[in-house]
């Protein structure tokens, strides 16, 4: 099954418009790990605003997908792919001979919190090390980034304690944070939420939504209800295929494809 | 059914007999071997037993330069292996990206864990002090010992790397860092517990040995501290030997269990400083 080859460019259109700037455009992308084929013949364009999220069964390539994007895929040896991907205008290997000057503009988020062993405030700093500022740059970017995180009341008074210490949602949110920091141009986001509470989650939520707004999200989720609540564009794969892409209305619409809404209905009655 | 239940009590117990049998066995045999050197080196231990020259093939004087011997000895295998140990472990973990070419080395290096020391020391003797001609050297000896301990510390620093969930990589890399800063902020303090306890069990090991050292480093008497790399030095285990071969004497085996205690001693040390830094360090980097 060949994926359909629609432009997510407009906020709420399905339509073919090519002429506008793409954050994210794939052509033949196919995916492999080994010899198996995870993700095959995806064509895509992600605008430059707004909040993408991919979902569809698990073992469908979301997150393989998401991880090409910034290349940090590439650290597992035996991960390749075929097809052309271009991040930011720039061909994601040809365009970013150095590695880290990609996964900077594009910031990513895992599915687990992941806080590094050493205080709230180191590792907020863990970003900026690369970037040349003073002391006080560094806690203002780091307070904003926290602001947006919706973490900086909660931790501005212990940021020398270890983030360990923070549960489980604080982390996630620290996380978000922490990406934030360097100021990304993209943001990729694998199931954010899928291990922490529902006060953390609408927090992510409403970091997202907002975020949303000034640069392109491309989120992974199995919640179809947070992807009705936060997305602009749906695209919904299985089997490593995209099977429908479109706007949120178009896609927990009626008109949407069959299987979409056979998944879609699926997962809320699973719910 | 109430057959089978008292089947299996009588089974439970059997195995809970078995295994505190073993314990007591492995303990006992301990507390005897480590009973007997305190009961009886216990008597020799003074401060002019620790800090005076052995005198007369050591059955007056004390062990003061068998101490320092082998202290420098094990420091100076301790200086040396160090960065090769951390540099072998980061290269596997980090820059070998052949699977099989780690899985070689990773098995050349169980390997060469398991060569007997005189091995070492027949190597030792043949290429340094034969073919390179450097003569009887503590320097050799401490290179020799440092060849010995490097497998320990160099799997114990790659199990401990090994060890960190990749996604502290993954979240690094992700945050735009290099290769070598992850190496540096992320891999090292989370593993640097790893290095220090191999090189100090690869040093508790090298302190106590005999064989690798006895041809290439170690004189048996009249010697102080080196004023170069290419002078012998004495150390206790090399001391306790010839105090041994002298063992109808009483005077020479009564200074034989003396310095056996206070090898045993240092050996502790080392194991003990292990466990205590281990500890240290695995919960700072749990932080």
Redo the contacts between chains.
Sequence with gaps: MSSPKLSLVSGHSSADSSAEPHCIHMDGFSAYYGDNCIVSDVNLRLPPKGVTCLIGPSGAGKSTILRWL?R?NE?S?RASFSGKIEVLGRDVLKGYPDV??L??KV????Q?P?V???SIYDNML??L??RKLSKGEARSIIEQSLKAASLWDEVSHRLAQ?A??LSLGQQQRL?LA??LV?EPEVLLLDEPTASIDPVSSRAIEAFVIEQGREIPIIMVTHNIGQAKRISDHVIFLCDGQIVEQGTRAHMFSMRSAEKTRTYITEEFCDC | MSERVNIRRVQEKCFAFILRASLALCGGVLVFLLGSIVVKGFGSLSLDFFFTPAKDFGKSGGVIYQILGSLLMVVAAAVLVLPLALGTAIFQISYNARPKIRYVLEQSLYALNAIPSITYGLFGLIFFVNVLNTGISWFVGAVILAIMILPTAILSTYQAMAAIPKTYQENAAALGLTKAQVIRRVTLPQSFHGLVTGLLIGLARAIGETAPIMFIATAFSGVTVPQSLVEPVSTLPTHILELAQQSTDPQALQNAWGASLILVGLVAGFSGLALLIRSRLSSEGRK
Excluded: K
Aim: some cysteine; aromatic content about 8%.
């Design positions: 910034n940090i650290e040896e880290t000057e996964r900077r910031g990513m988020v895992f687990q992941c590094f062993p050493c863990m970003g090390r690369s270890p360990s210490a996380c922490r990406a360097l």
